[in-house]
């Protein structure tokens, strides 16, 4: 055996004896993410079954206080009176009066007891988010780690020569996947999952009001068509954001127009669309590239920059498409972006200059504090790429 081959042996035992560890640590993560979750929907439910006594007691403090008013005006008027009452009268009235005001000083005191429950479970429940989130992106970094070194272990010998070109790719690539995922589920859950929880309450509401309150039903009924309405609309935005069918079946240029008049209707920002040159006919890695890139960049400006209007300008030349974003936004320092040191969640900065690079383009980013921000990028398209290969 040469002592190339006790090398190649030797790193597969280490390899396994690695990937085993890590399934090992993997399995107890899990367990971890698994307990926190059910922790944190079972202090959910508590939540909501609190706010539901809560609601309760409110109901019934107010009918309490209503009857004390009416009963402290009863004994209030027979005293005043007390020539046309009997002594026991006044008697009946005054443990009325006393009867109503010991129940409300007690519901008071339940209502300040579960608000205070209420308020505590609330800081747990916080507390227990940021556990479970910690716990989440731990999982996620294991599977990551899991994942790219079991893919690799059958094959040692033929890619311990292209780990160090490809390993960084790889793991970037797998964990902007989890992170998608992660997005994904946490929208489901938050959005269309949520609403149909509704629409099961107000059918039952409505299974138990149909024959006793018609007019009820009737507006629970239209309560109803609303939360389905919002939950297809949620549904169609996750479709929409994962893949418009609109990109492939019109192409990158109607997909876009209609994704900026959404979003200037949401969000009174003034989006210029300008192409120069046929878009539509460029290869369809590229159209999607464009498409998640401007995508990502008016997601950007919607949430951070502060601007009123913006501009999206997409040139094909023979041998190159570009694409230049622009806003009149706050703005930022470059030298607050470490970009290509960190990797930023969904398709972030980096993931923008990861897509333009994997297709042998090029990427800038101009930008400073109240000054707005511009981003250009330029593509070659086949001829151009298969030259620079």
């Known amino acids: 055996m040469t002592n190339k081959q006790i090398s190649i042996n030797r790193l597969n035992e280490i390899l396994e004896t690695t990937i085993n560890t890590i399934i090992k640590s993997r399995d107890e993560v899990f367990e971890i993410v698994t307990y926190s979750r059910e922790e944190c929907n079972r202090m959910e439910e508590e939540l909501k079954s609190l706010q539901n006594k809560i609601n309760l007691i409110i109901e019934q403090i107010e009918k309490l206080e209503e009857l004390n008013r009416r009963y402290r005006k009863n004994l209030s008027d027979k005293s005043k009176n007390f020539h046309l009452y009997s002594e026991e009268d006044i008697k009946e009235a005054y443990d009325l009066a006393n009867e109503v005001r010991i129940s409300l000083l007690l519901k008071r005191e339940e209502e300040k007891n579960l608000f205070e429950r209420r308020n505590e479970l609330e800081l747990r429940y916080k507390n227990s988010l940021e556990v479970l989130k910690k716990a989440e992106n731990l999982n996620k970094q294991i599977s990551v780690a899991t994942e790219y070194l079991m893919g690799n272990a059958e094959n040692i010998v033929e890619t311990v020569d292209e780990l160090s070109k490809k390993h960084i790719l790889g793991i970037k690539i797998i964990e902007a996947q ?212």
């Open 178 to 389: 989890e992170d998608e995922r992660l997005r994904l589920a946490r929208e489901i859950h938050d959005g269309p999952a949520q609403s149909l929880a509704n629409v099961i309450v107000k059918a039952e509401l409505c299974e138990r009001l149909i024959e006793l309150d018609a007019e009820r039903t009737k507006k629970e009924l239209n309560s109803l068509k609303d939360v389905i309405r919002l939950t297809l609309k949620d549904v169609r935005k996750i479709i929409y954001d994962l893949r418009p069918m609109s990109l492939d079946d019109l192409g990158l240029i109607p997909t876009l127009e209609r994704y900026i008049s959404i979003f200037q209707e949401d969000t009174g920002i003034k989006v210029d669309l300008k192409t120069y040159g046929s878009i539509n006919n460029i290869e369809s890695m590229i159209q999607i590239a464009l498409f998640r890139i401007a995508q990502e960049s008016l997601s950007n400006i919607r949430k951070h920059s502060k601007a009123t209007t913006a501009s999206i300008i997409i040139e094909r030349s023979l041998e190159r498409v570009n694409l230049v974003i622009a806003d009149d936004g706050i703005g930022f320092e470059l030298s607050d972006l470490k970009l290509g040191h960190t990797v930023t969640s969904g398709f972030g900065l980096m993931n923008m200059k990861e897509r333009v690079e994997l297709l042998n383009g090029s990427f800038n980013i101009t930008s400073s504090n109240r000054m707005g921000t511009k981003i250009s990028l330029s593509i070659p398209l086949s001829e151009g790429l298969d030259n620079e290969r």
